[in-house]
């Protein structure tokens, strides 16, 4: 069965800082990895997804790596902004289905 | 291009109670699927439909939740009778599905957000 981690729960930081988001996954036979961006009471918002065969993607400040041998991802954040506060989500899909199984999502707050 | 629409916003309901959301995906979209997200976790499939046939519902609980996509089109996911354990938000989504050419990516509506009392 799929697990996927997510550590921190929560993280703060001071605007301008670059920080890395870690996400961790037990089953590396997965057909893609995808993380979301999720604001208070809001759906979630798909920011980048890595394909089995791929290594990174990038998205303006954003740049997410795909390790499957070791069952990781992160998300890399370029000069953070206050606006950038939200709960970042990782998934990865199996494949059985486009099935997606995800973590439980770091908390980050952007100070001013 | 529309997003993925979900309705009602909110429900607050009393336990026991019968309640159903209404979701509408991206045209186009053959797959659509039924999330549930309690406060502080990760979101839960509960149901995944390919057209109007239903691929995954190993985690529904078909004793109280059911869901339909008539017509292949929009869906509705229905809780009777329902548990205090049933507060959460319900997220449907939507892609193009496997058959066509597809990344594999979901596109999510903003969600119907349940209290139960």
């Known amino acids: 069965k799929q697990e996927v981690t997510q550590i921190p729960a929560a993280l703060s930081v001071p605007e301008g800082e670059n920080l890395v988001l870690n996400c961790s996954f037990t089953?590396?036979?997965?057909?893609?990895l995808q993380w979301f961006r999720q604001d208070p009471g809001k759906g979630l918002t798909s920011l980048l997804l890595i394909q089995s065969s791929q290594r990174e993607q990038t998205s303006g400040r954003l740049n997410a790596s795909l390790d499957k041998s070791s069952g990781r991802s992160t998300l890399y954040i370029a000069a953070s902004q206050p606006g950038d506060s939200a709960t970042y989500l990782c998934?990865?899909?199996?494949?059985?289905?486009?099935?997606?199984?995800f973590g439980k999502g770091i908390t980050l707050s952007v100070r001013p | 291009e529309a997003g993925v629409a979900q309705s009602p916003r909110y429900k607050i309901i009393e336990k026991r109670q019968s309640v159903a959301f209404w979701c509408n995906p991206i045209s186009g979209h053959a797959t659509l699927y039924w999330y549930q997200q309690i406060l502080g976790q990760g979101p839960k499939l509960l149901i995944q439909?390919?057209?109007?046939?239903?691929?995954?519902d190993s985690q529904l609980p078909k004793d109280r939740f059911s869901a339909e996509r008539l017509k292949g089109v929009d869906s509705t996911l229905k809780i009777q009778p329902a548990k205090l354990e049933d507060s959460a938000v319900y997220l449907c989504a939507s892609s193009l599905g496997w058959l066509a050419v597809n990344t594999g990516e979901l596109f999510f509506g903003e969600g119907s957000r349940l209290t139960v009392l």
């Open positions: 998934a990865v899909d199996t494949g059985a289905n486009s099935k997606l199984t």
């Open positions: 439909f390919q057209n109007n046939g239903v691929v995954d």
């Open positions: 089953d590396s036979a997965i057909y893609n």
